[in-house]
């Protein structure tokens, strides 16, 4: 039940990081559901690296959200120039 959560939860982080990023991104509901899920993953590192998280502590939904943002612009400038 619990990877049925966190996938949910993945999936609205990256419909709403792709929703706020101008451009295209990866369709797909999987793919948006990862991107979602490695955008918590990235909130969570930059939040622990900056002191904003205890360790141990995931990062909130808005973190998450600017993480994934962060993982989309990424992806765009890389493909851009191949």
Do not use: E, K, N
Request: charged share 5%.
């Amino acid at each position: 039940m619990h990877w049925i959560a966190v996938f949910i939860i993945g999936l609205i982080i990256g419909l709403l990081a792709r929703a706020l990023t101008p451009g295209r991104g990866p369709h797909g509901i999987i793919l948006t559901a990862l991107l979602g899920i490695a955008g918590s993953i990235v909130g969570t590192w930059a939040g622990q690296t900056l002191g904003w998280y205890a360790p141990g502590q995931p990062a909130g939904f808005i973190a998450s959200v600017v993480g994934a943002m962060l993982l989309l612009l990424l992806h765009r400038m890389l493909t851009r120039q191949s």
